[in-house]
């Protein structure tokens, strides 16, 4: 159990090193020894465990390489370990044909409407080392930690950024933390909601977000819509019913 090394930042997102502790077991050739062991291990832990993310930027042993706005993409998503919004990659998108969604699809990219994600990157494994990785890289470690294993949501954390929850694989939405495909989902059911024209917050929405009926509010006006309408309940204990539209462009 004893502590031999630290992990610190290295040249790059996704190769930390290892930086040995002095110790008077170890000098000279031994200490190097120890020093590269650490080092190739530092290495390969981002490679094995994010291994679907790094194969994004390497050759496909078949030759079938992602090309063009594919490739482009590829990229940012690698960069951003494993979670872009998907404005960033606006004008990539607006390029990209069937061939090219087919071969992200392939390589586990998924592009959604708000996010761009892999979901093999959204497994508790992944979700820590990307933490670390991000933390290590920006010299920022919130005490608070990525969410608990197989938490889809929590509730967001005062003072630590978007940027650490994107990391992880998580987006921050109003007052919530959610996790990026689950974020994808509930945006599918406000927009459904929303073609209708006016929509209330409906049990569902609160469901996906685990959210009370005023966080969901905050929820629906961050995701870009407007509160239009507030209609008094029946009952003194009930809350008003709230009413929402997309915001005009």
């Not at 063009?68 to 607006?94: C, M, N, S, W």
């Not at 933390?177 to 024209?197: K, P, Q, Y």
Request: charged share 30%; proline share 4%.
């Amino acid at each position: 159990e004893a502590q031999i090394a630290t992990l610190i930042k290295g040249d790059a997102l996704y190769q930390p090193k290892a930086e040995t502790r002095p110790s008077t077991l170890l000098e000279g050739d031994q200490l190097k020894s120890v020093q590269d062991r650490l080092n190739a291990f530092a290495a390969s832990y981002a490679k094995t465990i994010l291994e679907k993310a790094v194969a994004l930027t390497e050759d496909s042993d078949d030759g079938k390489n992602l090309v063009g706005p594919a490739r482009g993409i590829a990229f940012q998503v690698y960069e951003a370990l494993g979670t872009l919004p998907t404005h960033h990659a606006a004008d990539l998108i607006k390029e990209l044909d069937e061939d090219g969604k087919r071969q992200l699809a392939q390589k586990g990219v998924r592009l959604g409407v708000d996010m761009i994600y892999m979901a093999d990157l959204l497994k508790p494994a992944q979700i820590d080392a990307k933490a670390l990785l991000w933390s290590l890289y920006n010299d920022n470690f919130p005490e608070c930690g990525p969410p608990p294993a197989g938490r889809v949501a929590i509730d967001h954390v005062e003072g630590v950024s978007d940027a650490y929850w994107l990391a992880t694989g998580y987006r921050r939405i109003g007052g919530r933390v959610m996790r990026v495909d689950m974020a994808e989902r509930l945006s599918a059911v406000i927009r459904a909601a929303a073609r209708e024209g006016k929509f209330q917050i409906s049990e569902e929405m609160m469901s996906l977000a685990g959210a009370t009926r005023d966080q969901m509010a905050e929820i629906i006006l961050d995701l870009n819509y407007i509160k239009i309408d507030e209609i008094a309940s029946e009952g003194p204990e009930k809350p008003a019913i709230l009413v929402f539209e997309r915001k005009k462009r």
